[in-house]
């Protein structure tokens, strides 16, 4: 990236930009973003931060994000979409800041934490659209504002008006859990998830379902047709990456007079624009629903 700056390699550039889209995830999007300032990388910035809204939790419990400069928690916290809630990104601000005293050398008492964090990036943090509740257990308890700001808030958050110095509108969410809907009829013969029809099979076997996104986005569960009796069946599910296995777990399906369950993910599966995925579904049990054409 330092080169592609510095001598303008516009094909270095791309191959870079190639790299990152490829390469680059929660785990380690924040040291990029502090590369791509450190640089004055517009379009990398843009690219870094693009992921951190999109996976704002997963970014946030990492320990790069702890390590960040000020510039690049600056960045974020000016970004008007977020994916978790502002009481979370608040608390991840002052995990930054305990992390920061205690790397100088100072104490992680209220005071020092509020001296770290400073009035430009406490100004950032839209405490008014937080909850009551969560204003109340997560900031008040500890000397951050002055007891002026925390009236101020409070009546910000009871009357829903701009009356305190912070910015009262939350953060748009862009993970936002969506149903996807395949079909909406079922049969009850012999089959899995989807038809097999729907598209080519890995390795010859299983009910298989192909797609590909729009824009990058997450996958958190899958709706798996259940028994038609009483009783129940075990299912392996597994989801691929163009011809790489992303995830792959046996679940129990229980006849519950449904048709279908939604399996939930436990670590979202990141989808990215332009990539083909397909998920798998082997029932070797009692009969299950599927879906008909």
Known sequence: ?????????????????????????????????DQAIAFDNMDFQKMCLKLITR??????????????????LKAILMCDNFGTSECELFNGCKRWAKHACKSSGRSETDSDIRDVLGKELIDLIRFPAMAAKEFSENVTKISLLCQSDIIDVFRAISTQKTVSSFKSEPRISLT?????????TFANDRGGDFASTVSPQINGKG??????????????????????????????????????????????????????EVIKIKQNIPLVKGK????????????????KE
């Open 207 to 260: 009910n298989n379902l192909s797609f590909s996104v729009s824009d990058d986005c997450a996958l958190s569960g899958v709706a798996m047709c259940l028994p038609v009796h009483d009783g129940s069946t075990k299912a392996t599910l597994e989801i691929f990456e163009d011809c790489l296995t992303v995830h792959k777990t046996t679940v129990t399906l229980n006849f519950n007079g449904d048709t279908y």
């Open 176 to 184: 936002m859990e969506c149903l996807f809907i395949r079909c909406e």
């Open 1 to 33: 990236m330092y080169a592609a700056k510095k001598y303008d390699v516009l094909g270095l550039q791309t191959k870079c930009r190639s790299f990152l889209d490829i390469e680059m995830s929660a785990i380690n999007v924040c040291t990029v973003l």
């Open 55 to 72: 996976q704002s939790k997963d970014v946030l419990e990492t320990e790069s994000f702890v390590e960040i400069s000020r510039s690049a």
């Open 276 to 291: 083909l995925y397909t998920i798998k579904v082997l029932n070797n049990g009692q009969i299950i629903f599927r879906c």
